[in-house]
C-alpha cells in the first residue's frame, strides 16, 4: 500500500477533494498494478487517532473485514459498492457515505469501478 503524504498545511477539506484527490485518483488509473486487475489503496493521513484511505476498486472486487474498536467510515467519490453487514445489504453511489460504529463483520463489494474514502478512528475520539 503506498503512502501519500499531506503537505503540513493542507487538511481534508474542499481544496484537498478539489485539488489533490483528482491527481491522486488519475496516478492510481494509470498505474501498471491498477490496470493488471489489482486493487489499489494510497494512505492519505495515518496518525494514531485517525486514518484515511484512498481505496480504487475493479468491478465485483470484495472486501471484508471486521470492525474492531473504532467507527470506519466510507465515503464513495466515484463508482456504486454494496455494502453487506449481517443479513442486509445496502447500495452506496457517488458523493453517499456510510459509517459504522458497531463491532461488525462487514463486507464491500464494487458494482462497478470504484474509488472510496475509508476514514477509520477510535470510538474514544468519536462518541
Avoid at 470484495?62 to 474498536?69: A, G, L, N, V, W
Wanted: proline share 3%.
Amino acid at each position: 500500500m503506498e503512502t501519500y503524504t499531506l503537505p503540513l498545511d493542507l487538511t481534508i477539506d474542499t481544496s484537498f477533494y478539489e485539488r489533490e484527490l483528482p491527481t491522486l485518483i488519475h496516478k492510481i488509473k494509470n498505474d501498471c498494478s491498477w490496470k493488471m486487475g489489482n486493487l489499489k489503496s494510497v494512505v492519505i493521513v495515518n496518525k494514531a487517532f485517525k486514518q484515511v484511505v484512498l481505496t480504487a476498486l475493479h468491478p465485483q472486487t470484495e472486501i471484508q473485514s471486521k470492525q474492531k474498536d473504532n467507527w470506519v467510515n466510507f465515503h464513495i467519490l466515484d463508482g456504486c459498492v454494496k455494502i453487506r453487514i449481517q443479513k442486509q445489504t445496502t447500495t452506496l453511489e457517488r458523493g453517499q457515505k456510510f459509517t459504522l460504529y458497531d463491532k461488525v463483520k462487514y463486507s464491500l463489494e464494487a458494482i462497478n469501478e470504484t474509488f472510496l474514502l475509508i476514514t477509520i478512528s477510535p470510538l474514544m475520539n468519536n462518541r
